[in-house]
Antibody, heavy 120, light 111 residues
Framework: EVQLVESGGGLVQPGGSLRLSCAAS????????MNWVRQAPGKGLEWVSY????????YYADSVKGRFTISRDNAKNSLYLQMNSLRDEDTAVYYC?????????????WGQGTLVTVSS | QSVLTQPPSVSGAPGQRVTISCTGS?????????VHWYQQLPGTAPKLLIY???NRPSGVPDRFSGSKSGTSASLAITGLQAEDEADYYC???????????FGGGTKLTVL
């Protein structure tokens, strides 16, 4: 069974940093591209970042470019999101999400999400 | 303002058919990128409903169907059921933004 379990969320002050982790199991993690997608309270989905299976391709949404860094450790079956210079508008549930590799950048499995709250 | 435009809400009675539109531009849907649809029930993570414009993952009822034409796509739900009440999102890739884009979401109410 595919499982994605996020951790690392919490309360942080504006300007602060946080590192999210996603532990993957039930599939060959190193063969799949991965995404981070977020959802602000009461709002819609916002794609944040994408990393290919081999780390060769990385994309960021303009809203986080230069502040967030996506990475992965295939040996540990883990995906990460380093978030720096956090702003109030970064407050959201952050989902780890798997790209099935059909070529359309869709997501077939989602984690349960971890809440990041940026507030003083 | 989302790159992909969806109606904020739609509604229908049980058994009826509803459609949800997703309008993009020449840098995403119109550029030939696939459109995908997700269903999000309250308090849960999204679930893939349609991928590659019109394909259903295993386990998704054939009451759900997707189509794409030009710079737009649509999700159709037939035989509406109370359990279909949820938020629905479309997604595609955008060449100008070099990343994925989501629609703003559509809340489906079953009357």
């Amino acid at each position: 069974e595919v499982q994605l379990v996020e951790s690392g969320g919490g309360l942080v002050q504006p300007g602060g940093s946080l590192r999210l982790s996603c532990a993957a199991s039930g599939f060959t993690f190193s063969s799949y591209s991965m995404n981070w997608v977020r959802q602000a309270p009461g709002k819609g989905l916002e794609w944040v970042s994408y990393i290919s299976s081999s780390n060769s391709t990385i994309y960021y949404a303009d809203s986080v470019k230069g502040r967030f860094t996506i990475s992965r450790d295939n040996a540990k079956n883990s995906l990460y999101l380093q978030m720096n210079s956090l702003r109030d508008e970064d407050t959201a549930v952050y989902y780890c999400a798997r790209d099935p590799g059909y070529g359309g950048y869709e997501v077939d499995y989602w984690g349960q999400g971890t809440l990041v709250t940026v507030s003083s | 303002q989302s790159v992909l435009t969806q109606p904020p809400s739609v509604s229908g009675a049980p058994g009826q058919r509803v459609t949800i539109s997703c309008t993009g531009s020449s840098s995403n849907i119109g550029a030939g990128y696939d459109v995908h649809w997700y269903q999000q029930l309250p308090g849960t993570a999204p679930k893939l409903l349609i991928y590659g414009n019109s394909n259903r993952p295993s386990g998704v009822p054939d009451r759900f169907s997707g189509s794409k034409s030009g710079t737009s796509a649509s999700l159709a739900i037939t035989g509406l059921q109370a359990e279909d009440e949820a938020d629905y999102y479309c997604q595609s890739h955008d060449s100008s933004l070099s990343g994925s884009v989501f629609g703003g979401g559509t809340k489906l109410t079953v009357l």
